[in-house]
Each structure stands twice: as C-alpha cells, then as structure tokens.
C-alpha cells in the first residue's frame, strides 16, 4: 500500500515567490518521522527538513518550513523566496516506528523561473 | 568527510552479466540501504541492513542480492542482469535510535543492462 503520496509531478514558481510541494502518508502507528529530500539535476541526495510525529511546532530549516497537520495525515513542503538553485527534485519520506525503513514519494519536480 | 561513498558511478553490463556494487560510510552507522530509482517512481527499496551480518528483503528484492560483512560496507548483487534492472542506485545509511535521524546518501550508481 501507498504510504507516501505526491500529487504534484511538476511544479512552477516565480523566483521570490513561495512555494507549497505537497505531501500526505498513510500510518496507523502513533510514532512516526517525516522527511523532505532534494535532488538537483546532478542526482544526489539532499537532507532538508524533519518533523516528528509528536512535535508541537512546524519544523523550520531557513527557508524550508513544513506544514505539518496530523489530523490530515499531510506534511507539505513550504519553500518561500525562492531561488533559481531550488529548481530540483523534492521527494517526501516517512520513518516508521521501527526505524528500520523509510517510505519515499515518486517525487515533485519543481522549477523556479526567472 | 567521505559520508556514504558508492562505487562504481557508472557501469554498463550486457544481459547475463553479474556485478557487484559496493557501498561505504565513515559514519560508524548501524543501518544500511540500496535503493532503485526509476522515472516517475521515486525511490524503491531493494534490500537493507540492520547491522553487521543481518539483512533483509525490501519492496523490490527479486534478482539481487546484499551482504554486510562488515559494519562499513553494503554490497548489492546481481547475478544475472536484466534489461529491466537498468536504473540508478542509491545506497544510504542512517543511525538507529531516534526516529529523527534522516538517511545520508551515496551519489548514486548509474546501471544500464543492454
């Protein structure tokens, strides 16, 4: 079963403008983590921002923020003021209790115009 | 600071081949992954490792196989490659313990089975 989904294969943002990437998962477990990753074109992985399940607050990494609604089980990306360098590949990603595996999205690719 | 180091970057191998692809971290990590990417969906796991000496089967495990004979080091087999197994690679590592500690990524491994 489907426990990260992406709805937004592309996406475009002016430069400066901000942008929401959107993520919902699917866990009945209470205990959970939830990460977003960026890939350039020059492939690699990029850590950006995690948010547990039990945290109170909205995760915050400058620029990135996560929009975090439990109740909704959705997790979106908040990317503001953004830059040519942010055009990429952002997949979403959850840790389940276990620790042991980490479920990824297909992935948003986002392209920022100047 | 070599993180999670993937070797080789590319290789290109005819149907029937067998290859081995190697993955190292420095970061004294306790679980390890191979992952698959393909073209509009994201990242399958393939198999991964809990610690030295224990694997075990992920999402797409048919056709490869790992060993962990050493803490530092993840290696993904094929034993006969197939056109389908054409794709990029990823191995990645991450501590146990706190839901929070993200992945870290090798820079990927570019397969292609003619």
């Known amino acids: 079963a489907q426990k990260i989904t992406q709805t937004q294969p592309g996406m475009f943002v002016q430069e400066k403008e901000a942008v929401t990437l959107d993520c919902t998962y699917d866990?009945?477990?209470?205990?959970?983590?939830l990460f977003w990753y960026k890939q350039p074109s020059s492939g690699e992985m990029i850590f950006l921002i995690y948010q547990g399940s039990y945290d109170q607050q909205n995760a915050t990494e400058g620029r990135y923020s996560l929009n975090f609604q439990k109740a909704r089980k959705s997790a979106n990306l908040v990317i503001s003021a953004s830059q040519l360098g942010d055009s990429a590949m952002y997949f979403c990603?959850?840790?389940?209790?276990?620790?042991?595996?980490?479920?990824f999205g297909t992935g948003t690719s986002l392209t920022v115009i100047p | 600071n070599a993180g999670v180091t993937q070797t080789p970057k590319f290789r290109v191998l005819k149907t029937g081949q067998s290859m081995t692809l190697l993955c190292a971290q420095d970061?004294?990590?306790?679980?390890m992954y191979w992952y698959r990417q393909d073209p509009g969906m994201g990242l399958r796991l393939i198999h991964y490792s809990v610690g030295e000496g224990t694997t075990a089967k992920g999402e797409v495990p048919d056709g490869y196989n790992v060993s962990r004979l050493k803490k530092q080091n993840f290696l993904l087999g094929l034993e006969s490659a197939a056109p389908s197994q054409t794709s990029v690679y990823f191995c990645a590592s991450s501590n146990r313990g706190a839901l929070g500690q993200p992945q870290h990524f090798g820079d990927g491994t570019r397969l292609s089975i003619l």
């Open positions: 990603a959850m840790r389940d209790r276990t620790g042991n595996q980490f479920y």
């Open positions: 970061m004294n990590h306790e679980y």
């Open positions: 866990t009945s477990d209470p205990s959970y983590g």
